[in-house]
């Protein structure tokens, strides 16, 4: 049974930096794309970033360029989701989640509960 796990979220001024985690367990395929998802209030659900196996990465939202990084560590099958200058409107559930490929975006296979994350001005 495949289980993702996110960590880290939190409440946090603007301008300010969190780092989530997510490790993903029973997973067995070797190599396979983790992402980042988020859903604001009274939002749908949308793509942030995510990371192949080989490191290559894609960004789904153009608002988080050279604020937000995604890194892994493959030993570990764990993401990570550095942020960075944070701003109110990055206020939302964060979503960890797990595919065979990238090009499975938006539905990817397996997804986490989710972690809070809280900006205030």
């Known amino acids: 049974q495949v289980q993702l796990v996110e960590s880290g979220g939190g409440s946090v001024q603007a301008g300010g930096s969190l780092r989530l985690s997510c490790v993903a367990s029973?997973?067995?395929?070797?190599?396979?794309?983790m992402g980042w998802f988020r859903q604001a209030p009274g939002k749908e659900r949308a793509g942030v970033v995510s990371?192949?196996?080989?490191?290559?990465?894609?960004y789904y939202d153009d608002s988080v360029k050279g604020r937000f990084s995604i890194s892994q560590d493959n030993a570990k099958n764990a993401v990570y989701l550095i942020m960075n200058s944070l701003k109110p409107e990055d206020t939302a559930m964060y979503y960890c989640?797990?595919?065979?490929?990238?090009?499975?975006?938006?539905?990817?296979?397996?997804w986490g509960q989710g972690t809070q994350v809280t900006v205030s001005s």
């Open positions: 989640a797990i595919s065979r490929y990238c090009s499975d975006y938006p539905r990817f296979n397996y």
């Open positions: 029973g997973y067995t395929y070797n190599k396979r794309c």
């Open positions: 990371i192949y196996t080989d490191g290559g990465s894609n």
